[in-house]
């Protein structure tokens, strides 16, 4: 039988074991009495859940053997950290360190520059993160993190969002059997509505000082798209006439708005 052999870190992607509830929490208990051969059992079997991960990056550009074993690490340090007495299943709560340690490696090679000091605050803002999660087995809001850190919220929330890696505007943010959605369809003009709404009313009040024939070509020009030609031809005047009018109405908009 054919298989199609994909190779990551000189891992044959197509023969990667899986294993089941019941095997995991068997060579668990054998992780925590110290056999190294039950945790290299346990982390072959859980490399499919690194690989899926890193799928989530791969349109950055970045190395995918890189990302791999930066996931690896993530899943590493998952084991060590897990607690098999509470009612938490493994991948539950490896996805987010993973997910977390391969943020981490993106920041720290991120090419947009961020002062030490900010960076310093980032890192122990994560460090706390990875503490209450270990803790409490549940993602700590920010003001937990504030409050273990001793530092103002505002402070955090500065820190954490200047080390955030940029992602492109053509990254797909959901997808389906149509067609995916990206960022860019997503994101919101941040102009206050406020600031539209009187510049709505500064435009009206412009158009409203000119004179009927003013109004008419720049309703015939911007709202229903016609040629200066066409306008000329309706109205009954020269091209050059057309043009004449249409930029001195512009203008003496120009000095209202």
């Not at 994909?6 to 208990?29: A, D, H, W, Y």
């Not at 791969?58 to 950290?81: P, S």
């Not at 409203?208 to 031809?233: D, H």
Request: charged share 30%.
């Amino acid at each position: 039988m054919h298989t199609n052999k994909v190779e990551i870190c000189g891992v044959n992607t197509s023969k990667l074991p899986v294993l089941t509830n019941e095997e995991m929490q068997r060579l668990f208990i054998k992780i925590k009495a110290g056999d190294m051969e039950a945790r290299e059992e346990f982390i072959q079997g859980n490399l499919r859940l690194v690989l899926s991960i890193i799928q989530r990056f791969n349109r950055r550009g970045e190395n995918v053997d890189d990302l791999f074993q930066v996931g690896c690490i993530g899943l590493i340090k998952a084991i060590d950290n897990f607690d098999l007495s509470q009612n938490v299943r493994f991948s539950t709560y490896a996805v987010p360190m993973i997910i977390g340690e391969i943020r981490r490696y993106l920041r720290d090679n991120n090419s947009i520059r961020v002062s030490r000091s900010l960076r310093d605050v980032a890192y122990k803002a994560l460090q706390a993160r990875d503490a209450l999660v270990n803790k409490n087995l549940k993602e700590p809001t920010i003001t937990e993190i504030a409050k273990e850190l001793n530092l103002p919220k505002e402070e955090v929330v500065f820190a954490l969002d200047a080390i955030q890696e940029p992602i492109s505007l053509f990254e797909p943010i959901y997808h389906d059997s149509g067609d995916a959605i990206f960022v860019m369809d997503q994101v919101k003009d941040e102009k206050s509505e406020d600031e539209v709404w009187l510049q709505e009313i500064a435009l009206r009040e412009a158009i409203s000082k000119l004179n009927k024939r003013e109004k008419l070509i720049l309703n015939l020009r911007f709202y229903e798209g016609k040629t200066q030609m066409e306008v000329a031809e309706e109205i009954g005047i020269s091209q050059a006439q057309v043009s004449r009018l249409e930029k001195n109405a512009l203008r003496q908009m120009r000095k209202l708005i």
